[in-house]
C-alpha cells in the first residue's frame, strides 16, 4: 500500500481515538454511558444506527454473496432496512417513551418483572457479544488483506482501539466516532462503485459483461429457500441491544422516528451499493472469492490516496458495529444483571466506573476468544439465532400495546427458545424450515395462550403507563 | 439500459450526497460535545 494510503488510514485512526479520549470528559453518569444522554438529535441517530447496522455483513458480505449468486441475495437481504423503517415509523417513538430506560430488560420488567429482566439480559450479553467476536475476526482479516499485517496482530490492535475510546468515552464516544465512520463509508464506498464502473467500460460495458442470472431478482432460489432467507434478514436482528438503545437515547419520540426510519431507508439505497461493488468484482477479477471481492476491488481499482481512504472506510464499517455491540454488551450485564440482581444499592457513579471496568471485561473477553478460540465466537452466535424466536414479539407486544403481562411474556420466552432450539439442534431444520419460523410461531402462540388464561384473569387488560409510579418506581430500583 | 444508468449513477451520487448532508450536520453536534458548548437538545 501506498504511503499515501497509509497516511489516511492512520488519520482515520487518529481522529477516532481523539473523538473518545476527548469525549470521556463528559461522561458523568451511566445515562451518559448507556443512551449519551438521551440528547440524541435524529440526524446524528441516523448516522450512528446507519454506520451501526453497517457491518462487515453489509459490505463485504453483501458484495460477496452478489459475487457468488447475483442481485437476488441482495434482494432477499433488503428485508432488512424495510423491517427498520417500518420499527423506526411505529416502535422507535414508543421505545423512546420509556424515558430511563437503558436496555430491553428495563421495558420487559415493566411489563412482566424480574424474571423477563433477567432471560432479555442474558440473550442480550450472549447475542453482543458473539457479534462482537465475529466483528473482532473481520477486523483481522481485513487488516490481513488490506494492510498486510497477520491477522492476529489486526484483531489485536483493531480491538484494543475499540476497547480504549468506548471505555473512556461510552456511548458518547461511540455515536461520535459512528458520525466520523458513518461519513467514510457512506461517501467513500459509493466513490470506489463509480470508479469501479467506469473501469468495467462505463454503465452500458458493466452490465453487458454480467450474466443474465446475477441480475435476476430471485436468482437461483427456489421459493422457500428465498423466504428463509428474507425471514432471516426480517427478524434475526430487529431489535437487538444496539439498535433499541438508540431509540432510548433520542432527545424526544419524532427524532426517534426520523433518524431511525430514515436510516433504514439509507440502508435500502445503500446496499444496492455494496452489492453492485460485487458485481463490478465479478467483472474484473472473476477468477477470485467471493469473500475477496470488495478488498480486491479497493486495492486494485482505486487509486492512490482513495485507495486509503476506502480501505479505512472498510475498517470503519466493521469498528462502528464493534463499538456498539460492545456498549450494549456492557450495559446489558450492568443493568439487567449486576445492579438488578447483585448489587442493587450502588451510587450512580459508581456504577458508572463498573459499566467501563465491565466494558473492558467483556472487550479483552471477546479479543481473546478471536485471537484463540473461534469456536467460542462460534458458539456464541448460536445465541444470535435466538434472538428472534424470544424477544421480538414479546416486546413489541409490549411496546405496542402497552398491556402488562407478567407470565405470557416470560412463558412465549421460553417456548420460543426451547422450540427453535429443538428445531435447529434436535431436528436439524427438516423441510427447509428455519428454527426461527418454528421458534417464532411457539413465541406468538404461547404468548396469546398465557396472556388470556393466566394475565387476563389475574390483572384484567392492565395497561402500562410510563409516566406511572410504578415506572418512577422500577427507574428508581435501577438508578 | 436506461434504468441501469440512471441507477448506477444515481444511487451512489446520492448516498454520497445524503452521507454528507447528515454527517455534516453530525459533525457540528461532535464539535458542540467536544467543547463542551450547549446542545441542542434539554439534558
Known sequence: ?479 | MIAYEIALWVVPVGVALTTLLVGARGLVFCWKVITGKDLDAPS
Not at chain 1, 61 to 79: E, H, L, M, P
Not at chain 1, 240 to 268: E, H, K, M, N
Not at chain 1, 364 to 393: C, H, K
Request: aromatic residues 10%; neutral net charge.
Open chain 1, 1 to 479: 500500500m501506498h504511503p499515501l494510503d497509509i497516511a489516511g488510514i492512520v488519520a482515520y485512526f487518529l481522529v477516532v481515538l481523539l473523538i473518545g479520549i476527548v469525549t470521556a470528559i463528559r461522561i458523568k453518569t451511566t445515562d451518559d454511558f448507556a443512551v449519551a444522554g438521551n440528547r440524541v438529535i435524529w440526524p446524528v441517530l441516523f448516522a450512528t444506527l446507519a454506520a451501526t447496522f453497517l457491518g462487515g455483513g453489509a459490505t463485504m458480505g453483501r458484495a460477496g454473496q452478489t459475487y457468488d449468486v447475483g442481485y437476488s441475495f441482495a434482494i432477499a437481504s433488503i428485508a432488512f432496512p424495510i423491517q427498520t423503517i417500518l420499527v423506526g415509523l411505529w416502535v422507535a417513538p414508543r421505545l423512546n417513551r420509556y424515558r430511563g430506560a437503558h436496555t430491553i430488560g428495563d421495558v420487559m420488567a415493566l411489563h412482566s418483572g424480574k424474571a423477563a429482566r433477567l432471560i432479555v439480559g442474558i440473550i442480550s450479553i450472549l447475542v453482543c457479544t458473539g457479534i462482537l467476536g465475529a466483528q473482532a475476526l473481520a477486523l483481522g482479516t481485513v487488516f490481513h488483506t488490506l494492510v498486510g499485517v497477520p491477522v492476529t496482530v489486526g484483531i489485536v490492535a483493531s480491538m484494543l482501539f475499540v476497547l480504549v475510546y468506548s471505555t473512556a468515552g461510552g456511548m458518547w464516544a461511540d455515536i461520535q466516532t459512528d458520525v466520523v465512520q458513518f461519513i467514510l463509508l457512506g461517501v467513500f464506498l459509493p466513490v470506489a462503485l463509480i470508479i469501479g464502473i467506469h473501469r468495467t467500460g462505463g454503465v452500458q460495458g458493466f452490465v453487458e459483461q454480467l450474466p443474465a442470472g446475477h441480475l435476476t431478482p430471485f436468482g437461483a432460489y427456489e421459493p422457500m429457500a428465498f423466504l428463509v432467507v428474507f425471514l432471516a434478514f426480517a427478524l434475526g436482528e430487529t431489535l437487538i441491544p444496539p439498535y433499541a438503545q438508540r431509540a432510548f437515547s433520542a432527545t424526544d419520540p419524532r427524532a426517534s422516528r426520523i433518524g431511525y426510519a430514515w436510516a433504514g431507508v439509507f440502508g435500502l439505497v445503500f446496499y444496492f451499493v455494496s452489492a453492485t461493488l460485487g458485481l463490478v468484482a465479478f467483472v474484473m477479477f472473476p477468477d477470485i472469492t467471493g469473500d475477496q471481492a470488495l478488498p480486491t476491488v479497493v486495492l486494485q481499482l482505486l487509486p492512490i490516496g482513495i485507495t486509503g481512504l476506502v480501505a479505512g472506510a472498510l475498517m470503519a464499517v466493521i469498528m462502528s458495529t464493534a463499538d456498539s455491540l460492545l456498549n450494549s454488551a456492557t450495559v446489558s450485564f450492568s443493568r439487567d444483571i449486576f445492579k438488578a440482581f447483585i448489587k442493587p444499592d450502588l451510587p450512580d457513579r459508581t456504577m458508572l466506573w463498573v459499566e467501563r471496568g465491565v466494558n473492558v471485561v467483556i472487550g479483552l473477553g471477546a479479543l481473546v476468544f478471536a485471537v484463540t478460540a473461534e469456536n467460542i465466537v462460534d458458539a456464541l452466535m448460536v445465541s444470535y439465532e435466538l434472538w428472534a424466536p424470544t424477544v421480538i414479539f414479546p416486546l413489541l407486544m409490549a411496546v405496542l400495546t402497552r398491556r402488562k403481562a407478567p407470565a405470557a411474556i416470560v412463558a412465549a420466552m421460553v417456548a420460543g427458545g426451547v422450540f427453535a432450539a429443538w428445531w435447529i439442534w434436535v431436528m436439524g431444520e427438516p423441510a427447509g424450515i428455519s428454527g426461527l419460523m418454528v421458534g417464532l410461531a411457539a413465541n406468538i402462540i404461547t404468548y396469546f395462550v398465557v396472556y388470556y388464561a393466566v394475565d387476563v384473569r389475574r390483572l384484567g387488560k392492565q395497561d402500562v403507563d410510563v409516566t406511572s409510579g410504578e415506572w418512577a418506581r422500577i427507574k428508581e430500583d435501577i438508578a
